[in-house]
Structures are given as structure tokens and as C-alpha cells.
């Protein structure tokens, strides 16, 4: 059996997803972008697209900081896996930290 790489669970269902976050992908809750992202429907959310999606390290991080993003600020994800939204992969940094990170 291999892990579910949203949730994390255990699973042997197809796209390497369980059985209830397959069914929340079907059903528009959440999609993968072009450029490997999830993001996640949540219309009533400040940092939403107009098409009500937000993404997902976003909400994580908010949740894991208890706070909102402030202007300049970004999701960092600490393993390189832009799939990887456990929270203790997601750091806060400034744009310029981020930029730092990946060319230095």
C-alpha cells in the first residue's frame, strides 16, 4: 500500500489518492494545478481567486501560525514537494527569504 499524498492516509486506490480525497477531487473541492500546487475551494476566504480557489499551503500555514499572510510574505515549502502541505513542511518568509532559498 502506498500513502495518499494529500492526506496521507494509507490507500490502494488509483492517482495515488485515497478513496475520500479522489471522491473531493471528483467532486470540485480541490484540483492540482498546472505548476503542481493544490488548491482548494474556499470561496469566503480573503486570499480565494475569483474562481474561489485558494491555495492549499496558504491555508495550512495560516492555520499552522494563527494568523493571516502579511503583504511580502510567502509559503515556503521546506522539502521542495509543492504537494507537501503537512504544516511542519510550510514556513512564512518574505519574498526575498524565499528568493534567497531557491538561488543561493
Not at 13 to 20: A, E, P
Not at 64 to 71: D, F, H, I, V
Request: negative net charge; glycine residues 6%; contains cysteine.
Amino acid at each position: 500500500m502506498k500513502k495518499c499524498f494529500k492526506c496521507g492516509a494509507l490507500c490502494d486506490y488509483k492517482y495515488d489518492l485515497c478513496y475520500d480525497c479522489y471522491k473531493a477531487y471528483e467532486n470540485g473541492e480541490w484540483y492540482e494545478t498546472e505548476n503542481g500546487y493544490i488548491k482548494v475551494y474556499r470561496p469566503e476566504h480573503p486570499k480565494a481567486g475569483e474562481d474561489g480557489y485558494v491555495y492549499e499551503h496558504t491555508l495550512k500555514a495560516q492555520q499552522k501560525y494563527k494568523r493571516e499572510l502579511e503583504a511580502g510574505e510567502v509559503v515556503h515549502h521546506r522539502d521542495g514537494n509543492k504537494k507537501n502541505n503537512h504544516w511542519s513542511n510550510l514556513e512564512i518568509m518574505t519574498r526575498s527569504e524565499h528568493w534567497h532559498e531557491h538561488n543561493d
